[in-house]
């Protein structure tokens, strides 16, 4: 299940302490952002037995954890990237307007004041 809207100090002891109560934990994942090792704010707790998640929705959903109200949901799938829209790309295609130099479209005068330029 997702558990969401986390206070950055949770730490994985404090949501079993509070989703055992609830039922067996499998597992709690606390995702960590790669650049600076802090947690992200939410996290997926395993419940050994599935029953046990809509009764944990139930009890803890806008439950007070460290100063927070958080968020508890079914954890859904993460969309599968495209193989024809690989993560480098972009969304828009090539066929937008490139407009580069802070937006200034191509052939634009602007900012060239006082410096000559030859035709």
């Given at each position: 299940?997702?558990?969401?809207?986390l206070n950055y100090e949770t730490t994985q002891q404090d949501l079993e302490t509070l989703f055992s109560?609830?039922?067996?934990?499998?597992?709690?994942f606390l995702p960590t952002d790669r650049a600076t090792g802090q947690p992200r704010g939410f996290a997926f707790v395993e419940f050994t037995?599935?029953?046990?998640?809509?009764?944990?929705?139930?009890?803890?959903?806008?439950a007070e954890l460290k100063?927070?109200?958080?968020?508890?949901?079914?954890?859904?799938?993460?969309?599968?990237?495209s193989p024809d829209m690989p993560f480098e790309s972009s969304p828009w295609g090539d066929d937008r307007p490139k407009r580069?130099?802070?937006?200034?479209p191509k052939g634009s005068?602007?900012?060239?004041?006082?410096r000559k330029r030859g035709f």
């Open positions: 299940m997702f558990v969401g809207n109560g609830v039922g067996p934990i499998s597992e709690v037995d599935s029953a046990t998640v809509p009764l944990a929705i139930e009890k803890l959903d806008a100063g927070r109200s958080i968020r508890v949901s079914e954890a859904r799938a993460r969309a599968p990237r580069g130099a802070g937006g200034k005068r602007r900012g060239l004041r006082g």
